[in-house]
C-alpha cells in the first residue's frame, strides 16, 4: 500500500531554514508527479510545490516562489522541499502528496513553526 513519510520539520526563526523530506513506498515513485501541501491552523490545505516524475519541471505557490525548492532522488524514492527565508507565514503542517488513479495519499504531515 501506498505510505508517505514525513520528516524534518521544527522551530526555526523568521529567515532561517529547513529541509523536509518524504519516504514514499508501495507505488512506482519514479513514474509519478510528487507535491508538498501545506495546512496553516484555520485555513484549507494549499498547494505548495510539484514535481514531475523525472524532476525536470517544477511549479510552486506565488508565496513560495524564490524560497522554496522541490526535489527528489528517484534511487531513494524521497522527495525534499528545501525551505529558505521562512515567514512567520509559513508556519503550518507540510503534507507529502500523491495523487494516483483519482486518490490523493497522504503521509501525516510535519510541522513548521516560524517564530522568534
Known amino acids: 500500500q501506498v505510505q508517505l513519510v514525513e520528516s524534518g520539520g521544527g522551530l526555526v526563526q523568521p529567515g532561517g531554514s529547513l529541509r523536509l523530506s518524504c519516504l514514499a513506498s508501495g507505488f512506482a515513485f519514479s513514474y509519478n508527479v510528487m507535491s508538498w501541501y501545506r495546512q496553516a491552523p484555520g485555513k484549507e490545505r494549499e498547494l505548495v510545490a510539484s514535481i514531475s516524475s523525472i524532476g525536470t519541471s517544477t511549479n510552486y505557490a506565488d508565496s513560495v516562489k524564490d524560497r522554496f525548492t522541490i526535489s527528489r532522488d528517484n534511487a531513494k524514492n524521497m522527495v525534499y522541499l528545501q525551505m529558505n527565508s521562512l515567514k512567520p507565514e509559513d508556519t503550518a503542517v507540510y503534507y507529502c502528496?500523491?495523487?494516483?488513479?483519482?486518490?490523493?495519499?497522504w503521509g501525516k504531515g510535519t510541522l513548521v513553526t516560524v517564530s522568534s
Open positions: 502528496n500523491l495523487y494516483l488513479r483519482d486518490i490523493n495519499y
